[in-house]
């Protein structure tokens, strides 16, 4: 643990502005900067917070030395009115922390766990995406090693369980400020429903287009200033328009980047302007020829699905699906994995199923196999339907995982 005793300063848990001439610097800013570096090896996330905070000095060279500090998943939930962070480590001695930030007026409640240690504070005038981005940006704009995984999900309904916030915290602040003008009671608030009630009437009028928009804009300017493009092995996002992962993914080293799932944010229309929302410009990203797995649910892709079939791993939904769409994942390698394929309309089915030969049916579902000749290999391809459409599955398995009295071609 940092020993906070280092510094001369009475200020590590305010956030004051000073003047530059007059920013309070202890004696541990005189240390060797070798020295330095080894300290903050092994700070804390609490602590790396709050010396960013003390100074000009303390924060410019957290933010010069780049410290990655073992990070490596992050998940990020954004509703309208919170912001929620799950930090992971890659040493099991480093703990995982939790950043809950919550709007409150114009200001925002922060409540941060780190193992047992818990803290909670008030950011006054300060828009929870800037509350956001001041704790959260420097790791961003520093990162060099990959992360493992970053999970970054949108929703349109604001969620506010206790493990959210500090309710002593939010006991203290509710009688400073007013809803809509009116003057909040001065009752304690008590047991989990009544903070919820709260924070709900205060937060009511947002919704997430406007959290979601100035998230992505803040995110984006962060990667756009780094030296390098940031690098992510996983990449898992939830979102309400392509737009916002299209203009992050062209920040990312797709060299590096392995696994892509897009999924559309629950709750919102399929369509915008009585069009279908669509993702086909993620085929031209610099890099997609390195993705091993694809993965689109709740946007349609009009683009070939030729240009689809180098990736092992493909779940996607397209309008149409045609004979010759079928015919390519056949003739693709063994080395493809597996392939679902959701589709609205298949085009010209008899002449598809003609084509095929004999299917093997199996309740609501068909299933043909065809065997690579001399290799254990087989082609499994099966087709299901549902009530939202088709749903045709590519996958290679062994031939002795084959069903007994099964056609085989």
Request: hydrophobic fraction near 35%.
């Amino acid at each position: 643990m940092f020993c906070l005793k280092w510094l001369n300063t009475p200020f590590i848990d305010k956030t004051e502005k000073f003047p530059v001439n007059e920013q309070p610097e202890g004696p541990i800013m005189a240390m060797p900067d070798l020295v330095m570096r080894k300290i903050m090896e092994n700070v804390d996330f609490i602590t790396m917070l709050k010396l960013r905070k003390v100074c000009h000095a303390f924060r410019d060279f957290i933010d010069v030395i780049k410290l990655d500090n073992e990070l490596t998943k992050v998940n990020i939930y954004v509703t309208p009115s919170t912001i929620i962070v799950l930090i992971h480590f890659a040493s099991a001695s480093r703990k995982s922390v939790n950043l809950y930030y919550i709007r409150y007026g114009k200001n925002c409640l922060l409540k941060v766990i780190e193992g047992e240690m818990k803290e909670a504070k008030l950011i006054k005038n300060q828009d929870l995406v800037d509350a956001f981005f001041n704790d959260f940006g420097f790791i961003l704009r520093n990162k060099t090693k990959p992360f493992k995984y970053m999970n970054i999900e949108e929703s349109s309904y604001n969620c506010y369980p206790p493990t959210y916030y500090d309710r002593d915290l939010l006991n203290s602040v509710k009688t400073t400020y007013s809803i809509y003008g009116c003057c909040t009671s001065a009752r304690p608030l008590r047991g989990s429903i009544e903070p919820v009630t709260h924070l709900k009437q205060i937060n009511e009028m947002y919704t997430l287009q406007p959290t979601a928009d100035k998230f992505h804009d803040r995110f984006d300017c962060i990667l756009e200033s780094r030296e390098s493009l940031i690098p992510i092995q996983i990449l898992d996002v939830t979102v309400l328009r392509p737009s916002h992962f299209l203009n992050m993914a062209r920040l990312i080293d797709m060299k590096q980047l392995r696994c892509i799932a897009i999924r559309k944010t629950y709750g919102d229309s399929d369509e915008e302007n009585g069009k279908h929302l669509v993702l086909n410009e993620i085929v031209e990203l610099n890099g997609f020829k390195y993705i091993q797995e694809l993965i689109i649910s709740g946007f349609k892709a009009t683009v070939s699905l030729e240009k689809l079939l180098h990736i092992p791993h493909l779940k996607v939904t397209i309008s149409t699906i045609t004979i010759k769409d079928v015919l390519l994942n056949m003739l693709t390698s063994p080395t493809a994995k597996s392939r679902r394929v959701y589709c609205d309309h298949i085009e010209d089915a008899d002449t598809l199923h003609n084509t095929l030969g004999y299917a093997n049916p199996d309740y609501h579902n068909i299933y043909w196999y065809f065997k690579l000749p001399e290799s254990d290999q087989t082609l499994q391809m099966s087709k299901k339907n549902h009530d939202y459409g088709n749903c045709f599955s590519f996958k290679w398995i062994k031939s002795s995982c084959i069903p007994k009295n099964a056609v085989v071609h």
